[in-house]
C-alpha cells in the first residue's frame, strides 16, 4: 500500500495488487469524525433530559436493554429515541438533497424549500391529510408525486438552452408562493378537525414522532442515499464541460434527471414524516462546505451536518420553553432566516448580483 499527499490536502490511497486508487480528502475525514462525535453527544443529552430526567447511566443500560426500571425504558426506547432518529434521518435527507440541488444550479440558494419543491411535497401531502386522513405512507406517497411535480415543473419552464441557476430560483420562488396559497386554501375549505392537524403538521414539527415514522423513513434512505452517492461521482465530471463528461461516458441528461429526481424524493419523504422543516436544506450543505474547504458535491458531509442542525434545534425547542414544546420548523426557520439574510448580503457584495 502507497500513501501520497497531494498538494490540495488529499490522501491517495494505492495498492498494486489489485490495482486500486483511493483518494481521502484529509479535512473532510476529520470533519466527518468531529460530525459524529457532536451528534453522539447530542443524542446523549436529548436521552436524558427532559420533564422526566434519564441519568445518562441509565440512559446506556436502557439502551443496551440492561435497565431495572421500566420507566427510564420508556423514555429512552419508546418515546425520546425515535424522535432522535427522526431528526437524524430528516435533517441527513435535507440537507443531502441541498447539497445536489446547490450543486446542480451551482447555485447557494438552489435549495429544494427556496425553489419550491418543499412547498409541492407540502400541497400533495396535505391532500392526503385532509381528503383521505391517510398514515405515513400515504402521506409518503403523496409528499413524493406533489415534490417531483413541482420539481419538473420549475425545470421545463425555467429551461431555455440549457439550465440557468438563478433562473430556476427564481421560477422556484413563483412557483413556492403560489403553492403556499394553494395550501392555505385547502386548509380554509378543510373541516376544523383536519385542518388543525394540518396547520400543525405544516409547521414543521417532530412531536410524536414515534418508530412508525423513523422505520420507513430509514428503509427510504437507504435506498435514495447510495444510489445519489453513485450518481456524485458522475456530476463531478460534469464540472469539468458535458463534452468533456460525454468523452468519459457520462449521460450528462440522463445524470442531472436522475438526480434531480433522487434529490426532490429525498425532501418529499423528509417532508412527509417532519412537515416542511424550513432553510435546513439551505444552510447545511453550506455550512458543510465551509467547514471542509471541498469541492464538488459533498453529500455526506453535508448529510452529517444537516443531522447535527435539526437534533440541536428540535431539543432547543423542547427545552428552552419547558414544559411548552415549540414545533422544530419555528427555531430553523428563526436561524435560517439569519443565515438567508446573510448569504444574500454575501452574494451582493461579492458582485454576482
Given at each position: 500500500?502507497?500513501?501520497?499527499?497531494?498538494?490540495?490536502?488529499?490522501?491517495?490511497?494505492?495498492?498494486?495488487?489489485?490495482?486500486?486508487?483511493?483518494?481521502?480528502?484529509?479535512?473532510?475525514?476529520?470533519?466527518?469524525a468531529v460530525l459524529v462525535a457532536a451528534l453522539t453527544g447530542i443524542g446523549a443529552v436529548a436521552l436524558a433530559v427532559g420533564d422526566f430526567h434519564v441519568p445518562l447511566a441509565d440512559v446506556v443500560r436502557s439502551l443496551n436493554g440492561t435497565?431495572?426500571?421500566?420507566?427510564?425504558?420508556?423514555?429512552?426506547?419508546?418515546?425520546?429515541?425515535?424522535?432522535?432518529?427522526?431528526?437524524?434521518?430528516?435533517?441527513?435527507?435535507?440537507?443531502?438533497?441541498?447539497?445536489?440541488?446547490?450543486?446542480?444550479?451551482?447555485?447557494?440558494?438552489?435549495?429544494?424549500?427556496?425553489?419550491?419543491?418543499?412547498?409541492?411535497?407540502?400541497?400533495?401531502?396535505?391532500?392526503?391529510?385532509?381528503?383521505?386522513?391517510?398514515?405515513?405512507?400515504?402521506?409518503?406517497?403523496?409528499?413524493?408525486?406533489?415534490?417531483?411535480?413541482?420539481?419538473?415543473?420549475?425545470?421545463?419552464?425555467?429551461?431555455?438552452?440549457?439550465?440557468?441557476?438563478?433562473?430556476?430560483?427564481?421560477?422556484?420562488?413563483?412557483?413556492?408562493?403560489?403553492?403556499?396559497?394553494?395550501?392555505?386554501?385547502?386548509?380554509?375549505?378543510?373541516?376544523?378537525?383536519?385542518?388543525?392537524?394540518?396547520?400543525?403538521?405544516?409547521?414543521?414539527?417532530?412531536?410524536?414522532?414515534?418508530?412508525?415514522?423513523?422505520?420507513?423513513?430509514?428503509?427510504?434512505?437507504?435506498?435514495?442515499?447510495?444510489?445519489?452517492?453513485?450518481?456524485?461521482?458522475?456530476?463531478?465530471?460534469?464540472?469539468?464541460?458535458?463534452?468533456?463528461?460525454?468523452?468519459?461516458?457520462?449521460?450528462?441528461?440522463?445524470?442531472?434527471?436522475?438526480?434531480?429526481?433522487?434529490?426532490?424524493?429525498?425532501?418529499?419523504?423528509?417532508?412527509?414524516?417532519?412537515?416542511?422543516?424550513?432553510?435546513?436544506?439551505?444552510?447545511?450543505?453550506?455550512?458543510?462546505?465551509?467547514?471542509?474547504?471541498?469541492?464538488?458535491?459533498?453529500?455526506?458531509?453535508?448529510?452529517?451536518?444537516?443531522?447535527?442542525?435539526?437534533?440541536?434545534?428540535?431539543?432547543?425547542?423542547?427545552?428552552?420553553?419547558?414544559?411548552?414544546?415549540?414545533?422544530?420548523?419555528?427555531?430553523?426557520?428563526?436561524?435560517?432566516?439569519?443565515?438567508?439574510?446573510?448569504?444574500?448580503?454575501?452574494?451582493?457584495?461579492?458582485?454576482?448580483?
Amino acid at each position: 500500500m502507497t500513501v501520497v499527499r497531494t498538494s490540495s490536502g488529499t490522501l491517495v490511497l494505492r495498492s498494486e495488487r489489485p490495482q486500486v486508487s483511493v483518494r481521502v480528502h484529509v479535512r473532510t475525514l476529520a470533519v466527518v469524525a468531529v460530525l459524529v462525535a457532536a451528534l453522539t453527544g447530542i443524542g446523549a443529552v436529548a436521552l436524558a433530559v427532559g420533564d422526566f430526567h434519564v441519568p445518562l447511566a441509565d440512559v446506556v443500560r436502557s439502551l443496551n436493554g440492561t435497565s431495572l426500571v421500566p420507566a427510564y425504558d420508556y423514555a429512552v426506547r419508546d418515546l425520546r429515541l425515535p424522535r432522535f432518529v427522526t431528526a437524524v434521518l430528516v435533517g441527513a435527507a435535507l440537507a443531502a438533497s441541498g447539497a445536489v440541488f446547490q450543486h446542480l444550479t451551482r447555485n447557494p440558494l438552489g435549495s429544494p424549500d427556496v425553489i419550491g419543491c418543499t412547498q409541492g411535497a407540502a400541497t400533495g401531502a396535505l391532500l392526503v391529510i385532509l381528503v383521505t386522513g391517510g398514515g405515513f405512507t400515504q402521506l409518503a406517497f403523496g409528499a413524493v408525486a406533489g415534490g417531483l411535480a413541482t420539481a419538473a415543473f420549475v425545470l421545463v419552464v425555467s429551461w431555455r438552452r440549457g439550465l440557468h441557476g438563478y433562473r430556476l430560483v427564481l421560477v422556484g420562488i413563483g412557483l413556492a408562493a403560489m403553492l403556499l396559497a394553494v395550501n392555505n386554501f385547502l386548509l380554509a375549505r378543510a373541516n376544523l378537525e383536519r385542518a388543525q392537524v394540518a396547520q400543525a403538521w405544516l409547521i414543521g414539527s417532530l412531536n410524536a414522532r414515534g418508530w412508525e415514522y423513523a422505520g420507513p423513513l430509514a428503509l427510504a434512505l437507504a435506498v435514495l442515499l447510495p444510489l445519489v452517492l453513485v450518481l456524485t461521482r458522475a456530476l463531478r465530471l460534469l464540472d469539468l464541460g458535458d463534452e468533456a463528461a460525454r468523452a468519459f461516458g457520462v449521460r450528462t441528461g440522463r445524470v442531472r434527471a436522475g438526480l434531480l429526481v433522487l434529490s426532490t424524493a429525498l425532501a418529499s419523504v423528509a417532508t412527509a414524516a417532519a412537515g416542511p422543516v424550513i432553510f435546513l436544506a439551505l444552510a447545511a450543505p453550506q455550512i458543510a462546505k465551509r467547514l471542509t474547504r471541498a469541492t464538488g458535491p459533498i453529500v455526506v458531509t453535508s448529510a452529517l451536518t444537516g443531522a447535527l442542525l435539526l437534533a440541536i434545534s428540535d431539543l432547543a425547542a423542547q427545552r428552552l420553553f419547558a414544559p411548552t414544546q415549540l414545533p422544530v420548523g419555528i427555531a430553523t426557520g428563526a436561524v435560517g432566516g439569519v443565515y438567508l439574510g446573510l448569504l444574500l448580503a454575501t452574494q451582493w457584495r461579492s458582485g454576482r448580483w
